[in-house]
């Protein structure tokens, strides 16, 4: 191989080169410093050796020398006055690698690099490549990091500075050697790619550093205790102290550099976990133990440690380790006290309507696995409050609103607090990745979110159990709020909102098991809005009862007869007319309106004593049955005054009035034409009507707000030996006055009325039901039979123990069934 300079001697005759300009010998010198950045491999030409430079010269005026335009030309090549042999060149350029390797890793070295970072890179790649030396340079970067990673070890070790503090120096010394190890790497590249490639037993310069560094210094007993140590003493300082550390700082730089040295996870993660299931259990023991925190206020507690723990972590720790370290410190604060926050907090925190903190309950919860604690409790605290409703008998009037509140409570927690979450697994479309300020990435879909169950379901079964706590009356009372409801009517309400107001108290029907007392009573008190024309709208009637029908019981369905009846009575009604004005004796008939009603359809009893009509009313009565009769032979009328309303003139000292009130109420206002004082004897001798039916008809002329007669002496109850007169005095701004709501009300002895007809019926159904299973059975054991009968009513109702036992023993008696003569506990259908 030929060297520059035989290459570039040239013949006499040769004109190629110009003489070599005087002050072609001065260089620019380089900063041979130490540079931030990596070397990179740049060819470089001697300013004067170049073309232009030659030019330059010529153009500048110097004249070569006559005698030398002959003689050889030779190019000085500046820096290179004595051509070197290869081996010194060898020799040196590994040299200057192995000073470069020992300044780059010795600690505490502040001195400059022998060359550029250039110059260190070819010295490395000429070692290596030519002169073969590749091993020995490894051999020394070896022997250079073990003495490197051995001082680091010992400084650390004697550091003056502890706890917390020594974290300091600690995460300087490791930074240091990685920015160390970095520029080792990029140096000495080509021994990395070249020499140790081509090792398979060899491992890296990078990975050779860093796991000298962990084996000797991470892992060195005293430098892992000191580690351990700083990292508890700041996590005991800040959740002692409840604020931020001074030294906070230093925590993401350890974690940085462990990470890199691949001990993160067993070395900070693992040690911050268990730190903090001590440091909280302990914590959770002594509140427990002092016993001056209540249920609401140590779930608020630890609410408040956990956001501090999250915040902590997702500021100092990696983002997967975040998630633990939370969970650790709810599970060790609510360890062994789930059942007492499930009991006491949830309590206070539902009776406070507190829907953000229950929420909040609830997620807390679900970390710990404890939703199934949670639940029954939930569960529990719906049952109590409704059975605690349901029984509160002095408010009967407020018991289904105050169940229609809790109720939408206890659906809005279910539907938004006790949630789930479904991670979306809907994927966008591919996104073009340019980046506009004008245009925002798009949002991540939000988690689905659907019920908890195991909630949904103990609501439920809470609601069906506290209505239990009193036979009958839930159901009794649905039905009057649903009346209520029906005969005020929509009161501005969109028909939307009436309907949806229709539909939650219609909700709270499927948690009674007694559909026959609600049938009984909503239907007796339809016919009473139907009869007088206080229900609000037809359709919406007809609205509740096709939803009735068809979601809770099929047999609402008969309640459609009752319109059907109102439309032929109306039609009657009219061919009567008609015929007392072929009869030319129309008279007070205009004044009369008769419905009639078949009794099937009616959940009316007919009536054995009525009331006495005047003779002018009776007459109109008679007439009608006369016509009835005429256009329906066959058929029977009897009259039900209870229900009938009237309207009176009356005149007082303040003018005329218009009074509608009930038939009864007429017919007692009717007598004082004739007199202005009568007794309660007399009333009732000319009336004919019972003593509770005549004090409740008395007492709203006489004792309510609009009292249009006087009672002697005054008092609010209405007794036999009473006296009234007739109230000349009466006032009021209106000119027609409405004193009939008694009729429209459910009186005490007509609930009472309708439970006696109900208990009836249950007996008869108990009696039909037991037959029809003895039959087809022919004998049956007594649990057998319970069972039975049992399934086969309920749909109407849910019959207790006691009575069907006694409806049996009543069967026997009547000798539908026997006992069987070798078990008394069988029964033998008797054919």
Not at 176 to 199: I, N, R
Not at 300 to 308: D, F, G, L, W
Not at 355 to 382: H, R
Not at 391 to 415: G, I, N, Y
Request: glycine content about 4%.
């Amino acid at each position: 191989m030929q060297d520059v300079f035989t290459l570039l001697t040239l013949p006499q005759t040769s004109k190629a080169f110009s003489a070599l300009p005087a002050q072609a010998g001065k260089t620019s010198t380089r900063d041979s410093s130490r540079s931030a950045s990596p070397p990179r491999k740049i060819a470089r030409l001697d300013a004067a050796s170049d073309a232009a430079s030659a030019t330059s010269s010529r153009v500048a005026g110097v004249v070569e020398p006559a005698a030398d335009r002959r003689a050889p030309i030779v190019l000085r090549v500046v820096g290179h006055p004595v051509k070197p042999t290869p081996d010194a060149v060898k020799e040196a350029d590994y040299t200057l690698v192995r000073r470069t390797i020992r300044m780059l890793v010795t600690p505490g070295e502040t001195g400059t690099l022998p060359a550029t970072y250039d110059r260190i890179y070819r010295a490395c790649r000429a070692a290596v490549t030519e002169a073969g030396k590749g091993e020995g340079l490894y051999d020394a970067v070896k022997m250079e990091l073990e003495r490197c990673v051995g001082t680091i070890e010992r400084t650390l070790a004697n550091e003056s500075r502890k706890s917390v503090e020594w974290l300091v120096p600690f995460t300087e010394a490791c930074a240091w050697f990685d920015k160390q190890v970095g520029l080792l790497q990029s140096l000495l590249a080509y021994l990395d790619t070249l020499y140790v490639a081509e090792q398979p037993t060899l491992p890296r310069i990078k990975q050779l550093a860093y796991t000298m560094f962990s084996d000797s210094v991470i892992k060195s007993a005293r430098i892992t205790q000191a580690i351990i140590s700083g990292i508890a003493d700041w996590l005991e300082w800040e959740r002692t102290n409840r604020a931020s550390h001074p030294l906070r700082s230093c925590i993401p730089r350890l974690v940085h550099h462990l990470r890199a040295h691949g001990l993160y996870a067993d070395l900070i993660e693992s040690t911050y976990i268990t730190l903090t299931h001590t440091f909280y259990t302990k914590e959770s023991d002594a509140l427990a133990s002092a016993g001056t925190m209540s249920a609401k206020d140590f779930l608020a507690h630890v609410q408040t440690r956990s956001k501090e723990e999250l915040e902590r972590a997702q500021e100092v720790l990696l983002p997967e380790s975040v998630v633990g370290v939370q969970d650790t410190a709810d599970n060790a604060l609510l360890a062994g006290r789930l059942q007492w926050l499930a009991k006491d907090a949830l309590e206070s925190l539902m009776a406070a309507r507190n829907d953000a903190q229950l929420k909040k309950m609830y997620k807390l919860f679900a970390k710990v696995g404890g939703l199934n604690v949670l639940s029954a409790a939930f569960k529990l605290y719906i049952q109590k409050t409704v059975k605690a409703i349901v029984t509160d008998e002095e408010h009967d009037d407020e018991m289904v609103p105050r169940l229609l509140d809790f109720k939408a409570f206890a659906d809005k927690l279910v539907s938004q607090a006790f949630v789930d979450e479904t991670p979306s697994t809907t994927a966008s479309p591919a996104q073009p990745q340019v980046s506009s300020s004008k245009t925002p990435a798009p949002a991540a879909p939000a988690p689905a979110t659907h019920p908890n169950r195991d909630f949904q379901y103990g609501l439920r079964d809470a609601f069906h159990a506290g209505f239990k706590a009193r036979r009958n009356k839930p159901a009794e009372m649905i039905a009057k709020h649903l009346d209520k409801a029906m005969r005020r009517g929509q009161k501005g309400k969109r028909d939307e909102d009436f309907a949806a107001e229709l539909d939650e108290a219609l909700a709270l029907y499927p948690f009674t098991d007694d559909n026959d007392v609600f049938r009984a009573f909503y239907q007796r008190a339809l016919a009473k809005r139907l009869l007088l024309g206080r229900s609000a709208s037809d359709d919406f009637e007809r609205a509740v009862l096709k939803k009735l029908k068809e979601e809770y019981d099929p047999e609402f369905g008969t309640s459609d007869n009752m319109f059907t009846d109102l439309a032929l009575s109306r039609d009657l009604m009219q061919d009567f007319l008609e015929y007392r004005r072929r009869k030319g004796d129309v008279g007070t008939a205009q004044k009369l309106t008769v419905m009639v009603l078949q009794r099937s359809n009616w959940p009316f009893t007919a009536r054995k004593n009525d009331i006495d009509l005047p003779s002018w009313m009776q007459e109109d009565l008679v007439d009608y049955t006369e016509f009835y009769k005429k256009k329906h032979q066959g058929r029977k009328l009897d009259w039900d005054h209870a229900l009938g309303t009237a309207t009176l003139k009356a005149r007082f000292s303040a003018g005329e009035k218009e009074l509608s009130v009930s038939l009864y109420q007429a017919v007692i206002l009717l007598l004082f034409n004739d007199e202005t004082t009568i007794s309660y004897a007399d009333i009732k001798e000319q009336t004919r009507l019972d003593d509770a039916e005549l004090q409740r008809t008395l007492q709203s002329l006489a004792c309510g707000k609009k009292r249009v007669l006087r009672k002697q002496p005054p008092g609010k109850d209405v007794n036999p030996t009473d006296v009234f007169h007739f109230n000349a005095d009466f006032t009021d701004p209106r000119y027609q006055v409405h004193i009939n709501s008694i009729q429209s009300k459910e009186t005490p002895e007509e609930s009472k009325r309708t439970q006696n007809s109900i208990e009836a019926d249950r007996k008869h159904a108990l009696d039909a039901a037991i037959v029809r299973v003895m039959k087809a059975k022919k004998e049956l054991s007594y649990e057998q039979l319970k069972t039975a009968t049992i399934e086969a009513v309920k749909k109407h109702f849910v019959p207790e123990v006691g009575m069907i036992k006694q409806r049996i023993q009543g069967l026997v008696e009547q000798e539908y069934l026997r006992r069987d003569e070798d078990d008394m506990n069988k029964y033998i259908y008797v054919a």
